[in-house]
């Protein structure tokens, strides 16, 4: 990693002092030291958009009022903050329908996690918190029944593509994919999730939905994890993507801010879970990004310092550092070989072995088989895997 990597400059640094819900008197002194040094507001503000804290970032800076941010520039922010904060209430409202309208007609179990669900709960104002899309979490045996309502009731397919409302191909659909894509009709992306870890085992979704707990988002009723789970489950998550959006480490800040949060319960859901490291590792993290040079921190442990290295590369270098650090990986679940053991490794890289030749919803679209003929998937994918082979082996001449 090169040394401009490892040193954030001062835009980047007041950003991330600036992802959280409130600051301390030496958090807004530092702040304001911080502003002093901004060469250009107009780049602050397209990076803050970018790491998607914009709303946040402009809410602090007009209150801290600093010197050197010139009317103009604050208003331009102000403007752009304001289209995001639609766009946020947009993506709430449809969670909101997907509730009233498919979720309790049909009495299907679920519960939503990140985006605008956390939003909602932990924000003092929810639409601050930057929400693309709506991640819903169902029983794999409700799927089909959910998928099929909604593709019939002005929602379309993303992932995949050309999904038809059909049972066959939603039942092939949901039997080869963690999560299918559909958009609501007001173009909104939901993610529907019928397993939260890549089959790894770590979750197991009727839990999950058995112990949800119920809260209201305006005056809807909605349901999602417990706080200590769901925030194990981000430190879990935003660490495997490396924390490369600022919005990621507000969530940290939200919550723990939450008068639900505790600490003793959130270290025992980690244990239970197996993630004792990640969750250690995460508050160090958050702690160290406290103070205006967190690299500097001499109380980290190298771990923390691993995730910190990590966060500053994938902010600086965007989604092609992200995508370079995912090459490293020892798990697809997990970004840190510290995370896991080498028995998990081993049992992760036959998962993703066994993967490789199960057949792909793009499979049943070329060529629709009844259920009684779907193994033929599995036998043509092995003749092509092997037949792939041979060509890398022998090129012909």
Request: proline share 6%; with cysteine; glycine share 2%.
């Amino acid at each position: 990693m090169s040394d401009d990597l490892k040193q954030p400059d001062a835009t980047l640094r007041l950003l991330i002092l600036l992802a959280r819900l409130t600051l301390t008197e030496a958090q807004r002194q530092a702040a304001l030291t911080l502003c002093n040094s901004i060469a250009s507001w107009p780049e602050v503000a397209r990076r803050a958009e970018r790491h998607l804290v914009l709303p946040l970032v402009y809410r602090h800076l007009h209150e801290l009022a600093p010197p050197t941010l010139a009317p103009a520039d604050i208003c331009h922010m102000h403007q752009r903050a304001l289209i995001l904060v639609q766009r946020n209430l947009l993506v709430a409202g449809e969670q909101q329908r997907l509730v009233v309208e498919i979720l309790d007609p049909l009495d299907i179990p679920y519960l939503f996690f990140k985006g605008p669900a956390l939003a909602a709960r932990y924000y003092d104002e929810p639409a601050m918190r930057s929400c693309r899309d709506i991640d819903l979490l169902v029983p794999r045996h409700r799927c089909v029944e959910l998928l099929e309502f909604a593709l019939q009731h002005g929602y379309h397919s993303l992932d995949p593509e050309a999904l038809t409302p059909d049972r066959q191909s939603l039942t092939f659909a949901i039997r080869t994919q963690s999560v299918v894509s559909i958009a609501s009709p007001s173009g909104v992306r939901i993610e529907v999730h019928h397993e939260i870890d890549r089959g790894a085992g770590i979750y197991q979704t009727e839990a999950l939905v058995d112990n949800r707990v119920a809260y209201l988002a305006g005056d809807t009723l909605l349901y999602s994890m417990p706080t200590h789970e769901l925030f194990v489950y981000i430190c879990l998550h935003h660490t495997r993507h490396y924390w490369s959006h600022l919005h990621w480490l507000v969530d940290l800040d939200a919550i723990q801010h939450h008068p639900d949060f505790d600490e003793t319960w959130a270290h025992a859901c980690a244990e239970q879970r197996g993630l004792v490291s990640t969750y250690s590792a995460c508050m160090e993290f958050y702690r160290a990004l406290a103070a205006p040079e967190p690299e500097s921190s001499v109380h980290l442990s190298q771990r923390s310092r691993d995730m910190l290295e990590a966060c500053f590369t994938t902010l600086q270098g965007g989604f092609e550092a992200e995508l370079a650090l995912r090459f490293k990986r020892p798990t697809p679940e997990f970004g840190f070989t510290w995370q896991t053991s080498v028995a998990y490794r081993r049992a992760s890289r036959i998962r993703e072995w066994v993967r490789r030749f199960q057949p792909l919803y793009l499979d049943y679209q070329l060529l629709p088989l009844p259920p009684r003929w779907q193994w033929c998937y599995y036998v043509a994918r092995l003749y092509r895997a092997v037949a792939k082979r041979r060509r890398i082996r022998w090129p012909a001449r």
